[in-house]
C-alpha cells in the first residue's frame, strides 16, 4: 500500500530563520511526487511536480527536491505569508488506466515576526 | 484561484439525509477527481472520472456515489449521511486522465451531519 509520512507535523520559525519539511514514500511506481499549500478552511493549491530522482524545482523562497525515497521541501528566508500547511502527496496508477494522489497528512508552517 | 469551482460552499444537514455536492472544472479539462479530507484522515482519494466515464476508484463508500455530464460538471451524491460523514470535500481537475498532469482544486464543500 502506498505511504506518505511528512514530517515534522509542525514547524514554528522566526522570519528570515531557513528550514526544510520532509516526505519520505513507500510506492509501487511512482508518476510523480506534488507540493501543495493549504490554508485554513481552503483548497490545496499546486506548488510543484518532481519526477525523476535529482530534480529540483524552484518557485520564489520554496524549493523542491526529489530522491529515491524522500523530497524536501526548503524555505529560504521565509515571510509570514508563508504560514500554512505543506502536503506532499505521490502519484499512482490505477487499473484502468486512472490515477489518485496518496497524501501525508501535512507539516503545519507558521512563521513568527 | 485555481478555475475549479463547488457549491455549495457549506452544507449543514441530518444523520441519515442525501446531498448533492457540484464540481465545475477548469475550462478544458476533462478529468475530476474528489477527495474527502477530514481531521483525522486527511486528503483521501474517493473517484475519478474522465470525459463522463468512471476511471478509479478508491475508498468510497457504497452510500456514495458520482457522475460526470456531457458539460463535464460532476456530482458527488452522499445518502444515508452518518455523523463520521462530516468533512470538507474537494474536487480536482486536470486537462486529460493519465498520469502526465497536476490535478488542480477547488476550495472545497464543508459538510456537516447533525
Known amino acids: 500500500e502506498d505511504q506518505v509520512t511528512q514530517s515534522p507535523e509542525a514547524l514554528r520559525l522566526q522570519e528570515g530563520e531557513s528550514s526544510s519539511l520532509n516526505c519520505s514514500y513507500t510506492v509501487s511506481g511512482l508518476r510523480g511526487l506534488f507540493w501543495y499549500r493549504q490554508d485554513p478552511g481552503k483548497g490545496p493549491e499546486f506548488l510543484f511536480t518532481l519526477y525523476s530522482a535529482g530534480e529540483e524545482k524552484e518557485k520564489e523562497r520554496l524549493k523542491a527536491t526529489l530522491t529515491k525515497k524522500e523530497s524536501f521541501l526548503h524555505i529560504t528566508a521565509p515571510k509570514p505569508e508563508d504560514s500554512a500547511t505543506y502536503l506532499c502527496a505521490v502519484r499512482t496508477i490505477l487499473t484502468g488506466g486512472g490515477n489518485k494522489l496518496t497524501f501525508g497528512t501535512g507539516t503545519q508552517l507558521k512563521v513568527e515576526l | 484561484d485555481s478555475g475549479v469551482t463547488q457549491t455549495p460552499k457549506h452544507l449543514i444537514t441530518a444523520t441519515g439525509q442525501r446531498v448533492t455536492l457540484r464540481c465545475s472544472p477548469r475550462?478544458?479539462?476533462?478529468?475530476v477527481y474528489w477527495y474527502q479530507q477530514s481531521l483525522d484522515q486527511g486528503l483521501q482519494f474517493l473517484i475519478q472520472y474522465y470525459n463522463g466515464e468512471e476511471r478509479a476508484k478508491g475508498n468510497i463508500l457504497e452510500r456514495f456515489s458520482a457522475q460526470q455530464f456531457p458539460d463535464l460538471h460532476s456530482e458527488l451524491n452522499l445518502s444515508s449521511l452518518e455523523l463520521g460523514d462530516s468533512a470538507l470535500y474537494f474536487c480536482?481537475?486536470?486537462?486529460?486522465?493519465?498520469?502526465?498532469?497536476?490535478?488542480?482544486f477547488g476550495p472545497g464543500t464543508r459538510l456537516t451531519v447533525l
Open positions: 480536482a481537475s486536470s486537462p486529460l486522465g493519465d498520469s502526465h498532469n497536476e490535478q488542480f
Open positions: 475550462s478544458g479539462d476533462l478529468s
